[in-house]
């Protein structure tokens, strides 16, 4: 695996060289907004990453919160085995269906449906037990990165666009910002709480916060907003190279996520393998314990 | 090309934000690494 990350480091330069210039040579220019509409390509992909890595903690958080009660596991996988397949079922039905905005197409509501179970298991197979909290501070930490460029580089987008920095009410930018704020407010009670409870509770705020993904997503087809309706599956109509160009975009920002996302999972582990060491060490002083069987002591490293 | 001065300085405050953010990682990590070191040396 050591091998394996300056690989990949490689890999996702060159990616992110590709994409940038694929932004800024190959893409056409837009009609109406000429050049300053490229900021479509960090702005809309960071958006979908932001999106995905709070959808990873909201998985982590409701696991972890279950983990110690069979009950209630088990109530949650069936939960999601048959929502999974309900949902699926329900999109296809006319009265559902009806429902669905305009230009939104059902198949693509139906594979949205089928990620939540699909998810759901493969967060729970790949991080057992405490790994599941490890996950969901990372994703956390690392979506809020990811959504603080949105909320930077939306308005210097709107600005020349508009004419506007900001536009006060708009529900998609408000919910926007609720949500960077509900995950700032999730780190803080992480870094400056010392309780015995506080990844339960941080994995309840999670769960909670994670509700406004979805507003915040289809606010634009919901309600009147400022902000434009979407290009992809919205009815709207993009240049075949343009959404190349944002695809290409979105695959280069996933790899770079995925390699930040790993290294703040290993600093995470690393933090609480010294903790752990901390305690044990405490506990030798009490004539608790034998220091062979403490962590740092049975690495080698 | 005042517009394009936006989308420049999207591009730039994008890579701004995520090295800022690597840089945080890179220290703690050291801070980490220097602490464990120093813990072994004490046992």
């Keep these: 695996m050591k091998r394996l990350f300056p690989i990949l480091s490689i890999l996702t330069a060159i990616f992110l060289a590709y994409g940038l210039y694929q932004a800024l040579w190959v893409a056409p220019a837009d009609a109406l907004q000429g050049d300053v509409y490229r900021i479509i390509y960090y702005h809309v992909p960071s958006a979908w990453t932001a999106f995905l890595l709070f959808f990873i903690n909201f998985m982590a958080s409701i696991q972890y919160l279950v983990r110690e009660k069979p009950g209630a596991r088990s109530a949650l996988k069936w939960i999601m085995i048959v929502g999974g397949i309900l949902g699926v079922i329900a999109v296809y039905l006319p009265p559902i269906k009806g429902m669905i905005p305009a230009g939104m197409q059902p198949s693509a509501v139906a594979t949205t449906v089928l990620m939540v179970p699909a998810f759901y298991f493969v967060v729970g197979w790949l991080f057992p037990g405490e790994k599941l909290d490890v996950l969901a501070v990372t994703t956390a930490e690392v979506g809020v990165v990811f959504c603080t460029i949105v909320l930077v580089t939306g308005p210097i987008w709107a600005r020349p666009v508009w004419g506007i920095w900001w536009a006060p009410g708009d529900i998609r930018l408000t919910s926007t910002l609720v949500l960077w704020l509900i995950y700032v407010s999730y780190l803080v009670l992480r870094r400056f709480s010392n309780s015995a409870q506080t990844q339960m509770l941080a994995a309840t705020l999670a769960v909670f916060g994670a509700l406004d993904v979805p507003l915040v997503y289809l606010s634009i087809w919901f309600f009147r907003t400022q902000h434009p309706q979407p290009v992809i599956g919205g009815g709207g109509s993009m240049d075949p190279r343009m959404l190349h160009t944002l695809l290409i975009s979105w695959m280069a920002f996933l790899c770079f996520c995925f390699l930040v996302c790993w290294s703040r999972f290993r600093l995470e582990l690393l933090k609480r393998e010294l903790e752990e060491a901390h305690a044990m060490e405490s506990l030798v002083g009490a004539g608790g314990a034998s220091k062979a069987s403490m962590p740092l002591g049975r690495s080698s490293r | ?43």
Aim: hydrophobic share 45%.
């Design chain 2, 1 to 43: 090309m005042n517009a394009l001065k936006f989308m420049i300085a999207a591009y730039v405050a994008t890579w701004v934000i995520h090295g800022g953010y690597l840089v945080t990682l890179v220290s703690r990590y050291s801070r980490l690494r220097r602490e464990m070191k120093e813990f072994r040396k004490n046992q």
